[in-house]
């Protein structure tokens, strides 16, 4: 195949992609890593709990406190999870996560505001962290 007259032919790309994602800030990275670690964190230790509990509940009568461990550790488990999945989407970029984040951050510092800690070190990276994902949300799908 030749190319018309006075037009260079031009070179087949084999490393052509599709449309290319938004490159992820390095602070959106670094939210995802960390929530990734809280959220296992949360997974381990919702899980010993809940076996702890269950084993307490073999061992020792008293049904109230067995009961209260393992439904403590069920409630870590499940919010290890949500947390993980969280991480997920902040990696990925996915704009529900992006929302997700923003409205817990929102709501951890309204409680810290309604407890009357305005200043504690919660609210301040509660409110920072609200300020930065609104901030990059261009980045998100």
Known sequence: MSAPTGQPMQPYNMYATGPSQPSRPIGVSILAVLMGIVGALFV?????LAVLGLG??????AFGLTLGVTVLGIVLLILGLIILGL???LWHQRLWALVLAIIIFALNFLSDAVAGAYFSLGAIVSI???????AVHRHFL
């Open 44 to 48: 381990i230790g919702g899980v010993l």
């Open 56 to 61: 307490l509940g073999l061992t020792v009568p």
């Open 87 to 89: 991480a997920l989407g």
């Open 128 to 134: 920072l962290l609200v300020i930065y994902l609104i």
